[in-house]
């Protein structure tokens, strides 16, 4: 509800207060959304890095792998709406939502690099928990490499709207995204941790039980 709100005062703020006094076009409209999501998402895979960093190299804390996966988990949605947003971005500029460019493909392989290792985590086995988080923190660390290839790939590629107006107000609205993105990235990565955290217990206390049986 929070992030349906917000969307809706980004429509009002482009189109009705923006657009009539800049000249302001659909064309740019999605660079308010899609770099602060994009940005959100780096943010979240390098969390998942640094946790796997210090679960390997620190200690083997069952809380910075929860972390790690909660990160991920917040990455991956965040990652899948901007790639949404720059398709229709893509279907303004180009006229295809998708062609399989440089831009749209590093960006798709990167998200889905995440996802395995979402997918991959699910398939280890559940009972050896260090193995589990170890080779969690070793494939996170490894995914990471996709995120600055497409950071700096797709950033020289990106497309350039014409008739959008980078005025002050413009600027200081794409910031105010900013913000807001990433506050409700970290507070969605707390509700992961804590869903998983929950989650972990209630399976370790089934765990007991069917032992003790």
């Not at 990471?144 to 005025?167: A, R, W």
Request: proline share 3%.
């Amino acid at each position: 509800m929070l992030l349906t709100g917000f969307m809706i005062i980004n429509y009002y703020i482009v189109f009705i207060l923006i657009k009539p006094f800049q000249g302001f076009t659909v064309s740019g409209h999605p660079i308010f959304l899609m770099v602060p999501f994009a940005f959100s998402t780096y943010v979240c895979f390098g969390i998942t890095l640094v946790c796997g960093i210090l679960y390997l190299i620190w200690r083997k804390d069952q809380k910075l792998d929860l972390i790690l996966l909660s990160s991920a988990q917040v990455g991956v949605v965040l990652g899948g709406i901007t790639i949404i947003i720059g398709m229709i971005w893509a279907k303004v500029e180009w006229g295809a939502f998708w062609d399989w460019n440089p831009r749209e493909t590093i960006t798709l392989v990167m998200w889905l690099v995440y996802v395995g290792l979402l997918i991959f985590r699910d398939m280890l086995e559940v009972d050896n928990h260090e193995r589990r988080a170890t080779i969690s923190a070793i494939f996170g660390i490894l995914a990471f490499s996709s995120v600055p290839l497409s950071y700096f790939i797709v950033g020289i590629i990106h497309p350039n709207p014409q008739e959008t107006s980078y005025s002050t107000g413009a600027g200081m609205f794409l910031m105010i995204n900013f913000v807001f993105i990433g506050g409700f990235a970290l507070y969605l990565i707390y509700q992961a941790y804590r869903i998983n955290t929950i989650d972990f217990e209630l399976k370790r206390i089934r765990r007991i039980k069917m032992e003790e049986a």
